[in-house]
């Protein structure tokens, strides 16, 4: 079966005026994801992720501008797309969830007015049965007395509720894609909880796929099927959640997990050393490896390429290679 989506050795690079400096924010990214199918794009702050999502959907800045690799969606390729047919294909086809739903809401319409808008252009619904779409919409997101609430603004709602607002104009133009890029983050941790189990169900309900973004591999563990681990504008480690959370390869994956807190463990969290390099100057080799605990003289020297765990589950560092090395003569003896 064919992906829905399938990223491959993606760049998107931001140019300064004059184009004297160039910031590799997204640098070979390739994954794929099937239909009804949850990926979690986890990693620090600046590392690439927004970029990898606005590159997808064709929303990126004046400033950035995609320089190789392919985007292909339902068999089509969308890096060749014109602006006027990419119009067309978000909303109805690949929607995107925002960290602020004040960003996404205009204060000066009504919930009706923004939840109606891409069901009447990319469904073609009207009258009575528009509205009674965006009450199904609104109740499908767990919004109580929808046929009221649809009547209020975003400023006469609670943090939770747009965001659910924001969940149902997603949904409103019948998507095979969302992107949520961060939805919970302003959101305390009963709400963030009850807007999860509704993502969830609206997924079961659909078949739609998701793109996660977030810092909460608590949230991944939850949500996703599958993990891409981001560094300076790289993938380095991807595969199954269960796999990365049991038995990481790449020592960044394991730096984060050692840094999320257990319940019931009283060991101190791990904090990665340094900080995220800056990516209009990378490192030579892996770009990892000056905050690398196993760092060896090649790391400084040789970028490593994707080491392959199983079909499924690929890291790109040597220390792999090391680790099949020894598994192997343990295995002979």
Same mark, same amino acid.
């Given at each position: 079966?064919?992906?829905?989506?399938?990223?491959?050795?993606?760049?998107?690079?931001y140019?300064?005026f004059?184009?004297?400096?160039?910031?590799?924010?997204? @640098?070979?990214?390739?994954?794929?994801?099937?239909?009804?199918?949850?990926?979690?794009?986890?990693?620090?702050s600046?590392?690439?992720k927004?970029t990898?999502c606005?590159?997808?959907?064709?929303?990126? $800045?004046?400033a950035?501008?995609?320089v190789?690799?392919?985007?292909?969606?339902?068999?089509?390729?969308?890096? +060749?797309?014109?602006?006027?047919?990419?119009?067309?294909?978000?909303?109805?086809?690949?929607?995107?969830?925002?960290? @602020?739903?004040?960003?996404?809401?205009?204060?000066?319409?009504? *919930?009706?007015?923004?939840?109606?808008?891409?069901?009447?252009?990319?469904?073609? *619904?009207? !009258?009575? $049965?528009?509205?009674?779409?965006?009450?199904?919409?609104?109740?499908?997101?767990?919004?109580?007395? $929808?046929?009221?609430?649809?009547?209020?603004?975003?400023?006469?709602?609670?943090g939770?509720?747009?965001?659910?607002?924001?969940?149902?104009?997603?949904?409103?133009?019948? $998507?095979?894609?969302?992107?949520a @890029?961060?939805?919970?983050?302003?959101? +305390?941790?009963? *709400?963030?909880?009850?807007?999860?189990?509704?993502?969830k +169900?609206?997924?079961?309900?659909?078949?739609?796929?998701?793109i996660?973004?977030?810092?909460n591999?608590?949230?991944?563990? =939850?949500?996703? +099927?599958?993990?891409?681990?981001?560094?300076? !504008?790289?993938?380095?480690?991807?595969?199954?959640?269960? @796999?990365?959370?049991?038995?990481?390869?790449?020592?960044?994956?394991?730096?984060?997990?050692?840094?999320?807190? =257990?319940? !019931?463990? =009283?060991?101190?969290?791990?904090?990665?050393?340094?900080?995220?390099?800056?990516?209009?100057?990378?490192?030579?080799?892996?770009a990892?490896?000056?905050?690398?605990?196993?760092?060896?003289?090649?790391?400084?020297?040789q970028?490593?390429?994707?080491?392959?765990?199983?079909?499924?589950?690929?890291?790109?560092?040597?220390l792999?290679?090391?680790? *099949?090395?020894?598994q192997?003569?343990?295995?002979?003896?």
């Amino acid at each position: 079966m064919e992906p829905l989506l399938r990223v491959s050795e993606l760049q998107t690079h931001y140019f300064s005026f004059g184009g004297t400096r160039v910031v590799k924010a997204v @640098d070979g990214v390739s994954f794929t994801l099937n239909e009804g199918q949850t990926i979690g794009l986890v990693g620090e702050s600046g590392c690439g992720k927004t970029t990898t999502c606005l590159s997808i959907v064709g929303l990126l $800045p004046s400033a950035a501008r995609i320089v190789g690799g392919s985007v292909e969606f339902a068999g089509e390729e969308l890096t +060749d797309k014109r602006p006027r047919e990419m119009r067309r294909i978000r909303g109805r086809q690949i929607a995107m969830i925002l960290q @602020d739903p004040m960003a996404s809401l205009n204060p000066l319409f009504s *919930i009706y007015t923004q939840v109606a808008e891409p069901a009447y252009y990319h469904q073609a *619904i009207r !009258g009575r $049965p528009l509205r009674r779409r965006v009450e199904e919409l609104l109740r499908s997101v767990r919004i109580p007395s $929808p046929a009221t609430r649809m009547r209020e603004y975003p400023h006469q709602m609670s943090g939770g509720m747009r965001q659910r607002v924001v969940g149902a104009i997603a949904m409103a133009g019948g $998507p095979k894609l969302i992107i949520a @890029d961060e939805p919970t983050t302003n959101l +305390d941790v009963t *709400i963030q909880a009850q807007y999860l189990e509704v993502l969830k +169900d609206i997924q079961q309900e659909s078949g739609v796929a998701l793109i996660f973004v977030t810092h909460n591999l608590g949230i991944v563990a =939850k949500m996703c +099927d599958k993990m891409a681990v981001m560094y300076a !504008g790289q993938i380095v480690e991807q595969g199954p959640v269960r @796999d990365l959370f049991r038995v990481a390869k790449h020592p960044y994956t394991q730096a984060l997990l050692g840094s999320m807190p =257990k319940l !019931g463990s =009283k060991e101190p969290l791990f904090a990665i050393p340094g900080q995220p390099p800056n990516l209009a100057y990378l490192p030579t080799g892996c770009a990892f490896h000056p905050r690398c605990p196993h760092a060896m003289p090649r790391c400084a020297t040789q970028e490593p390429g994707d080491r392959r765990i199983t079909p499924n589950w690929a890291a790109k560092c040597w220390l792999v290679d090391q680790q *099949i090395k020894e598994q192997y003569a343990s295995a002979v003896a």
